[in-house]
Antibody
Framework: EVQLLESGGGLVQPGGSLRLSCVAS????????MHWVRQAPGKGLEWVST????????YYADSVKGRFTISRDSSKNTLYLQMNSLRAEDTAVYYC???????????????WGQGSLVTVSS | DIQMTQSPSSLSASVGDRVTISCQASQDISIHLNWFQQKPGKAPNLLIF???NLETGVPSKFSGSGSGTDFTFTISSLQPEDIATYYCQQYDNLPYTFGQGTKLEIK
């Protein structure tokens, strides 16, 4: 059974940094396409970042490009999101998510963690 | 970026009603569309992928249809446990984008 467990959220001042972790079980993270998705309080869902299977290619939403870095540690089966230069508008629950596949078709966001709340405030 | 326009933004219906939500993409996304259910304080739960395929373990009262730019999500007979916010999402192109959500309530 695939399980994703985020941690590392908390309260941080504007301009500060935070690193989120997503520990995976029931899968080998190093071969999977993985994502971060966020949801501001009372708002909708926003894709943040994606790392390709093998980890050689990364993608970012314009709103976080140059400030956030997605990475993974295969030895720990863990996905990370390093968040720098945080702003109030980055306040959100951050979810890690994994693609699913059925036959020859793969689709995004089939599995989700429970989320980790990041609050950026002075 | 592909814009996803979902309607209505809120919907009030009675138990047993058939409920339909629409989602329109700003460009052709083939069938690369998901539908999610999200209950308060919980992560989104994937119900439908590839526009019309039911995810494993999801009740058959949920269904999806469409291709290209116009998509529909249906609950055949609304039950109290279906109260949630529903989102469409395209995965044809990065950045992946979501509709703004439809909040479903019981009348």
């Amino acid at each position: 059974e695939v399980q994703l467990l985020e941690s590392g959220g908390g309260l941080v001042q504007p301009g500060g940094s935070l690193r989120l972790s997503c520990v995976a079980s029931g899968l080998t993270l190093s071969t999977e396409v993985m994502h971060w998705v966020r949801q501001a309080p009372g708002k909708g869902l926003e894709w943040v970042s994606t790392i390709s299977g093998g980890g050689s290619t990364t993608y970012y939403a314009d709103s976080v490009k140059g400030r956030f870095t997605i990475s993974r540690d295969s030895s720990k089966n863990t996905l990370y999101l390093q968040m720098n230069s945080l702003r109030a508008e980055d306040t959100a629950v951050y979810y890690c998510a994994k693609d699913g596949c059925s036959g020859d078709s793969c689709y995004s966001f089939a599995y989700w963690g429970q989320g980790s709340l990041v609050t950026v405030s002075s | 970026d592909i814009q996803m326009t979902q309607s209505p933004s809120s919907l009030s219906a009675s138990v047993g009603d058939r409920v339909t939500i629409s989602c329109q993409a700003s460009q052709d996304i083939s069938i690369h569309l998901n539908w999610f259910q999200q209950k308060p304080g919980k992560a989104p739960n994937l119900l439908i992928f590839d526009a019309s395929n039911l995810e494993t373990g999801v009740p058959s009262k949920f269904s999806g249809s469409g291709s290209g730019t116009d998509f529909t999500f249906t609950i055949s007979s609304l039950q109290p446990e279906d109260i949630a916010t529903y989102y469409c999402q395209q995965y044809d192109n990065l950045p992946y984008t979501f509709g703004q959500g439809t909040k479903l309530e019981i009348k």
